[in-house]
């Protein structure tokens, strides 16, 4: 966090009406569709162009503040390879949110987005909010999955769908907040607590 984010945090934790809610979320979708560039982009607010594979998942963290409360993602960003594709569902436990990622440019990436998006169906806990997002939207001139369609697609699930840029840094913030306003507010994990409550 920047000065100004860090003395925002400490301020709020004089205010006993803010609480904390910790969401595990998965982030799931084809090898190289850009799933850690948006992790990494959202929590670090970096971007790099060497892409190197993920294996097994990646574990990170961050707070937001949104309304009245403070939320914090736990992040599994996942392997796309098809050799780690049996140990994903392990990490759909307990998930309250998952982000189906495919790259506008590539149309098999999203015919693979719907296969995790029934697997999350049919092996995720019920009622986890699921949102299919299209990544590359940098690469306009080469999209081959028209957003309409995933837009469609979406509806059709229940879901909503964003389209980002994780390399331009378009709509990823927008993307976890969508997550977090179709979240139930009186869904907290374990972790949830009162800032006041914090020794």
């Not at 190289?32 to 998942?57: C, D, E, M, P, Y």
């Not at 939207?137 to 309409?148: C, G, N, Q």
């Amino acid at each position: 966090f920047k000065k100004k984010e860090k003395k925002k945090m400490a301020s709020q934790s004089l205010n006993p009406d803010i609480q904390i809610h910790s969401f595990k979320l998965v982030i799931l979708g084809e090898e190289a569709v850009g799933k850690s560039s948006i992790a990494q982009r959202f929590v670090n607010g970096k971007f790099t162009n060497l892409h190197q594979a993920t294996i097994g998942a990646l574990f990170l963290t961050k707070q937001i503040r949104h309304e009245d409360r403070i939320v914090k993602f736990e992040i599994w960003d996942t392997a796309g390879q098809e050799r780690f594709h049996s140990l994903t569902p392990l990490y759909y436990k307990n998930a309250k949110a998952a982000i189906v990622v495919f790259d506008v440019a590539n149309a098999g990436s999203f015919e693979r987005a719907k296969t995790w998006v029934k697997d999350l169906m049919e092996k995720a806990n019920p009622g986890i909010v699921i949102a299919l997002c299209g990544n590359k939207i940098d690469l306009e001139d080469s999209r081959v999955v028209k957003k309409e369609d995933a837009e469609k697609y979406a509806f059709d699930i229940g879901s909503f769908y964003t389209e980002v840029s994780a390399k331009l840094d378009k709509n990823v913030n927008v993307l976890f907040e969508k997550i977090v306003e179709k979240m139930p507010k009186d869904v907290q994990e374990r972790n949830g607590i009162k800032l006041s409550d914090e020794e």
